[in-house]
């Protein structure tokens, strides 16, 4: 440890510790538009610099390490005019629609231009037309927006592994874009989101589909029914301003029913169903020597991504569909016959944590006769949006059940919305099926917590199981490359697309607090702890649905609602 000093205050701090991270440890707040957490400093925006004694030009604190006995100041007037010279410089030819702007309200640079008291355009530059990018089912590009801070190309390439945009061009002319600058529909995006979660200003937003769901609400021909994920009720509090990790799940339930949704369903329930099928497909192909190991197929992102990347891994992906399309595929099957609707009178709408499902829901694949399971996904965020134009506030109502037959869950399905959850689910329901007790304790601690990749190696009654779980694409690529390249100690493997999975989606709240995934996971876990129900298998309105319609796990009429195939897709050349 050394001491320097800290606006004349004496702090300590580890040798070769970046000023910015001990600035943050002491409590100052210091701006920056480029820095991201776990990621070498890019030193990019130049928002961070502090005033360090005996040197003659501003330092940039996020990639310069304290020393013994530095002085550093943080607020002279100096620093604060050179912020403040930054983002008037940013803001010389920056749209003047912050009013009209997606992140109006959550956008760094307007916050910064509030806090450091910039309250007219001061310099003027020529504003360059560019065209949105509107092509993708899922991601919204807005280049007049962007401050080219490149935390998205970042995210894309260093996090996901994806590198579906870089910058292009150069001075005057550099901009964010896709291979041969074409649209995002024909890049490798996999549409996971996590760029839009990292822009500090709203040149990246997601596909919005409030407008049409209004229009389907208002629509008396029309039975709107919807379904919300795991992770939403654990999340959708911080868009009312309350803390993070705050279970409104009932809250929310009456709240879309105060929207007019003529039915609100439980996406955990159709996560017990998922691992009703996976499990019985890993124990079948374990059993007749099928491929292994077999790898989750609920991140749509994730499935993208190995369509693009990896398709001679394709038959290891379980046939599953993910939780969303399988209780798309029964509202408009057994669900419609059930009330005697036509499905195309149907309009099914997904609460999702996720911009990846929006692509999801669109695949021809996804679709019965041409009528598509799910009609149109909703991310946590929009969903705020949504009730906050209706005037609805989740925290002023009464917690209210979801409809039934698919409002009941298990806790397994409800921690499909960590990392580790389908896996922990997945061996709950495999010990009971496989030797007829339930596992002494539910709680499979190596599964748990943020950790990128965690593996467990077990044995249920003589069968060796090697499972490993991983969340973001770039911790997904390290385990892919070692299974091409021969490794074959492990059966199942968990992957999901956003780091920490879908609690931290593409589509979540965009929360500055950086314990905000945490809180979400702790919540997941407290649910899971108190629940009476904790395992899919033993879910009865899961054993009543195989009862009175599906027949078996893995049966004609399950094969052909609830699993699907997959396409191998080339990555554009560039990238290639
Ligand atoms: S959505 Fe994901 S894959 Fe697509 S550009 Fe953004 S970070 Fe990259
Ligand atoms: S799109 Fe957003 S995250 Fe990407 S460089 Fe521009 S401002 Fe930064
Ligand atoms: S991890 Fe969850 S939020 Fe992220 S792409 Fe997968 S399903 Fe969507």
């Not at 994730?302 to 509202?331: D, H, R």
């Not at 002494?440 to 249920?460: A, S, V």
């Not at 499972?467 to 390249?485: F, I, P, Q, T, W």
């Amino acid at each position: 440890m050394i001491t320097l000093t800290v606006d004349g205050r004496t702090v300590e701090a580890k040798n070769g510790e970046m000023i910015l991270s001990v600035l943050r440890r002491e409590g100052i707040h210091v701006p920056t538009l480029c820095h991201m957490d776990g990621l070498p400093p890019s030193g990019a925006c130049r928002m961070c610099v502090v005033e360090v004694e005996g040197s003659p030009t501003l330092t940039p604190s996020c990639s310069f390490p304290v020393s013994e006995g530095m002085k550093i100041k943080t607020a002279t007037p100096r620093v604060l005019e050179a912020r403040r010279t930054i983002v008037k410089l940013l803001l010389a030819n920056h749209p003047d629609d912050c009013l009209y702007c997606n992140s109006n309200g959550h956008c760094d640079l307007q916050k910064l231009a509030q806090d450091l008291g910039i309250r007219e355009r001061v310099y003027r530059g020529p504003r360059r037309v560019q065209e949105m990018d509107m092509s993708s089912p899922a991601i919204v590009r807005d280049p007049g927006k962007c401050i080219l801070c490149g935390r998205c190309v970042r995210m894309c390439e260093e996090i996901q592994s994806v590198a579906a945009i870089d910058f292009i061009g150069r001075g005057s002319r550099a901009k964010i874009g896709t291979a041969f600058d074409g649209g995002l529909n024909v890049s490798s995006c996999v549409n996971c989101g996590q760029c839009i979660n990292v822009c500090p200003t709203g040149a990246l937003s997601e596909r919005c589909y409030i407008d049409e769901v209004i229009q389907a609400l208002n629509d008396p021909e029309k039975m709107v029914v919807v379904q919300h994920a795991p992770s939403v009720s654990v999340s959708l509090a911080e868009e009312f301003g309350l803390p993070a990790g705050k279970d409104v799940d009932g809250q929310m339930v009456a709240a879309l029913r105060r929207l007019g949704f003529d039915r609100v369903f439980d996406t955990s329930f159709s996560a017990d169903l998922t691992i009703m099928e996976e499990g019985s497909e890993l124990v079948h192909r374990v059993k007749t020597g099928g491929t292994l190991p077999m790898m989750t197929s609920c991140s749509p992102g994730w499935i993208k991504f190995i369509e693009t990347f990896y398709p001679q891994l394709l038959p290891n992906v379980s046939t599953c569909k993910s939780p969303q399309q399988m209780l798309g595929a029964l509202i408009k099957s057994f669900f419609a016959e059930r009330e005697g609707v036509d499905p195309a009178n149907i309009v099914s709408v997904s609460i999702m944590p996720c911009t990846a499902k929006k692509f999801e829901c669109a695949r021809p694949e996804m679709a019965r006769n041409h009528v598509p399971d799910v009609d149109y996904v909703l991310t946590t965020r929009e969903l705020g949006r949504l009730l906050h134009q209706f005037g609805v506030d989740v925290n002023a109502l009464e917690p209210s059940p979801a409809d039934t037959p698919f409002g009941e869950r298990s806790s397994a399905g409800k921690i499909f919305g960590a990392t580790g959850g389908v896996m922990e689910a997945a061996i709950r329901s495999a010990h009971y099926l496989i030797t007829g007790k339930e596992l002494d304790d539910l709680k499979i601690q190596p599964l748990r917590g943020l950790k990128g990749c965690k593996e467990l190696h077990i044995e249920i009654d003589g069968l060796k199981l090697g499972a490993a779980v991983v969340s973001g694409l770039g911790n997904a690529r390290k385990l892919l490359d070692e299974v091409v390249a021969g490794r074959n100690d492990l059966q199942f493997i968990e992957i999901m697309t956003c780091p920490g999975g879908c609690i931290n989606g593409g589509g979540q709240p965009k929360n500055v607090d950086p314990e905000a995934v945490q809180a979400r996971l702790k919540a997941l876990y407290k649910i899971d702890r108190d629940a009476p129900l904790r395992t899919s298998h033993s879910n009865p309105w899961i054993q009543r649905l195989y009862k009175e319609y599906l027949g078996e796990p893995l049966g004609e009429k399950s094969h052909h609602l609830l699993h699907t195939h997959y396409t191998m897709r080339n990555i554009p050349m560039a990238q290639g």
